[in-house]
């Protein structure tokens, strides 16, 4: 494997400017850095992912010639795992060894069904399972709307409560929910008008598992299980999108397809998987096993969404566009838990943003909410923005005026020393000030004012796409190696 040219990452091979005494061995991001049809000769370009050391340099790189939207580092052996989206309809899960040599590779195609619903890719997800042998991802399918299932979900029957918050008045503990029931009767008119258009298909999202050791693939949970656009009408043109050219089989048309509810991240939590809900400004857990079925929900829409969670402050609380969500911290003698997420703020009331060209009103930050699964309440207990904090002196007017504003992807990291790394990665260009770069801060996990480090990454090594960057994960090292010299 031959080292890029140094245009790619910059002078010398370092990608990345460090201020502060960063905690990490290194830092692992991705880079999209394609370059357009008919460029001039001369140039390179490089799609894959990067680590660097606490200096920002390149200490190792896999070019995987397409976009990389998720990776993560197995403990033991330091193989590398990546989502690599090659286009159409392909997309793959790989494992690389330490050396960069491919370990195994399951590739994601069309199904026998050469129709647009047999089109399928894995996307959005790359991450260990809790036992270390298996990856999750996001397997994205494409439904009929006239064929949407039909849903029935624990605390949607309980109605909206006076703040809108849609949770059950009465707290109770979520149940699972019934067997899907299939609705075949609606007719090509009665598709929902989604956009301006008449929504004829649409993603699904499910959590699914490849387990390298027998190269299988298995889908746990579908978000039809939550929802679905037919049964359910929540329009979010800041971040919705139909996307063309879904097809199996060449002469099979060319179908445009609503990415409704846009899964940008799966954990795996002891007893659940938690979803984030781009689209939908939400996040349900589903149970782990076969019987699956909804655990719980919260979203900023409890009144058009089932959401067995409410937010103790509705105003101020919510979240929109969420990416990265992770349940830490699970304590079954009080019943709580910690939900930690990156809050892009897409969707926020007041924002106005069309993907990376521009806004006004907007900011992102990183959230941790208290959850309290006695009272069904989400609760704020730390968030973190850049420049300002939200405080007294700084209400919520002046983060939407002075704070950096990632209109897609971005992180959220616990690591060792009681720190969260947070990825503030798609920066939206016109603010000035801000889009440079791509900013990854170390920050206090429990005191947000205090910023231990801060690495920023050039936007010319990223911008090729709106996602270019998606996270930024600190690693201890590479292959196992230390800080230090055993030489003394």
Known sequence: MTLPPPTVCCSFLRCAQISGSPGFGVLAFDLNHALPAGAASGQSSFQGLVMVDTEGYVVWYHDAGAQVL?????????????????GGSRSSLAVLRPNGNARLVYEQTCGDDPLPTGWSQLNHECRLTRAGDGLITNLMTVVRSRAAETTAHAGAAGGADATGNGAAPDGA??????PLAVDDDLDDDDVPMYLGLPMSYYFNDQVAVWTPANNSLQAFASVAEYANPVSFFLEEP???EYMGGKKCAEGAGNISVLDWSHASAIYEAESTFVVSLRNLDSVVAFY????????????????VLPSTIRFSNFENERFYDPHDAQLLDEDPVANTAQLLLLDDGDDRPGCNASGFLRSSGCYTRAVR?????TEMTATLAWQFEFVQEFSPAHDYAQLEADDIFVSDGGSVTPFDGGVVFVALTVTEQNQKKYSPFAWIFEVDANDAGKVRSQVKVARELWSYSESGLYRAVPYSSVAGEGLTSPLG
């Open 369 to 373: 909410y208290t959850l309290n699964f």
């Open 70 to 86: 998720a990776f993560d580092v197995f403990p033991f052996t330091h193989d590398v795992a990546m989502n690599v989206v090659l």
């Open 173 to 178: 503990a979520p149940q699972r929910r019934r």
């Open 238 to 240: 800041e971040s919705m």
């Open 288 to 303: 782990k096993g076969h019987e699956g079925g909804v655990a719980w929900s919260l979203s900023a829409h409890g009144n």
